[in-house]
């Protein structure tokens, strides 16, 4: 086996890859940011315009389903479809300068930027992959961390005052193509595999490898609550807020959801550190379990004193992101090097899908069963991975 340590180009190669990661999804991210000031110049609300972020969750999850069943991510070079997906995305984002934000054309380019972006996310999971073995928990949650440092970015930029949307749209889509340029400075890792032919009988192997199988439905628990906490914690806590006569919730809510999304990126590291040490599986069951009681403890704390609430809230952030890392970890590890690339990406789509399901369902449940029902509805994700992720631990 080729040694690691020994391996050229590794340090170049990843922190290249991080960056171009980081770059590129900031096209998700920009959503957030620009959606107040699209709605106050165009006299709509918010919610009218809230589809625009929906268009692209849906966008990735067909745009990953697509290249898992086509096996793309593991017959082409994965660094040539990174950098044609990035450039796609930073095209499609600036559709918006041209095109009413509320009309069907401005929809379909969020989708196109979605879609694109599924070419971005789960391949350079597939790239990292081939570079270690041994080092792989801490490896994939460095990247998932730096994603979720830029997932916090939109609410700071609502604590700061937000900005300029056009400006954002076009700074978001220079970045993605500087992103796009920057992962072709990346070299493919000695543990790097690619299918020598298309394979649609290769997506069964999810349901028939019971490590592939355990590692899926944790992690579509861990999605259940996950992007449903990161569109909603800031809503929940300015409104926790209001009620309790807070001078400023707005601003409340917006420091709370940073600090808690930030915090749980910058945990991502040494769950990482700890995966490769004590086994993904291991510290994946323990996120689980501590994201779904921090769920439950800010069920009962809501409506309650603000700092407990923030207490257990900030808890949630931490502990809802460190096993999203290990579940792509535990997917490559329990697969053949040149399948890894396909099963990451039919991982992730139907992940989002999940959530892009729970998203859009907590205005329901908040009107039917209080911000208290809310929580502990999405409580039930994390619970039922950790079951489903079992408690026999079949590789590290």
């Not at 890859?17 to 165009?42: K, N, Q, R, T, Y």
């Not at 769920?295 to 931490?318: C, D, E, K, Q, T």
Request: aromatic share 8%; charged share 10%; net charge positive.
């Amino acid at each position: 086996m080729t040694s690691e340590a020994a391996a050229p180009g590794m340090r170049r190669s990843l922190i290249s890859l991080i960056l171009a990661e980081v770059m590129v999804m900031s096209l998700w991210f920009s959503a957030a940011a620009v959606l107040p000031a699209l709605a106050s110049e165009s006299g709509l609300t918010v919610g009218e315009l809230a589809g625009l972020s929906t268009a692209v969750q849906i966008g990735f999850v067909l745009g990953a389903l697509v290249l898992a069943i086509t096996g793309l991510p593991d017959r082409m070079n994965p660094r040539l479809l990174f950098a044609v997906s990035a450039m796609i995305a930073a095209g499609a984002n600036l559709v918006l300068l041209v095109v009413p934000a509320d009309t069907l054309i401005a929809q379909l380019s969020r989708c196109v930027v979605g879609m694109a972006l599924a070419g971005v996310y789960p391949v350079g999971m597939k790239i990292a992959v081939g570079w270690t073995v041994a080092r792989r928990g801490l490896l994939v949650a460095v990247l998932v961390s730096a994603l979720t440092l830029g997932s916090a970015a939109p609410h700071l930029v609502a604590l700061l005052g937000g900005s300029d949307w056009r400006l954002t749209l076009i700074a978001t889509s220079v970045l993605a193509g500087l992103g796009a340029i920057i992962v072709l400075n990346c070299q493919l890792g000695p543990f790097h595999g690619r299918a020598a032919r298309f394979d649609p009988t290769a997506i069964r192997v999810a349901w028939t490898n019971i490590g592939i199988r355990r590692a899926y439905m944790g992690y579509f628990g861990h999605m259940w609550e996950l992007y449903a906490l990161w569109a909603w914690i800031g809503t929940a806590a300015t409104l926790a807020a209001t009620e309790a006569l807070h001078p400023d919730p707005k601003a409340f809510g917006s420091t709370v959801a940073f600090v808690a999304i930030a915090l749980g990126g910058l945990a991502c590291i040494p769950a990482g550190w700890c995966a490769d040490r004590f086994g993904k599986a291991a510290v994946a069951r323990t996120a689980l379990i501590g994201s779904a009681l921090s769920a439950i403890a800010s069920a009962f704390a809501f409506g309650g004193p603000l700092f407990i609430l923030v207490i257990a809230l900030i808890a949630w952030g931490i502990t809802v992101i460190p096993d999203s890392a290990q579940f792509s970890a535990l997917v490559a590890d329990h697969s053949a090097s040149e399948m890894a690339g396909s099963l990451m990406t039919f991982q992730t789509a139907i992940g989002f899908a999940l959530s892009a399901i729970s998203v859009q369902a907590v205005p329901f449940w908040v009107e039917q069963t209080g911000w208290h029902g809310t929580f502990l509805i999405l409580a039930f994700g994390p619970i039922l991975g950790a079951i489903a992720l079992g408690r026999r631990v079949l590789i590290r």
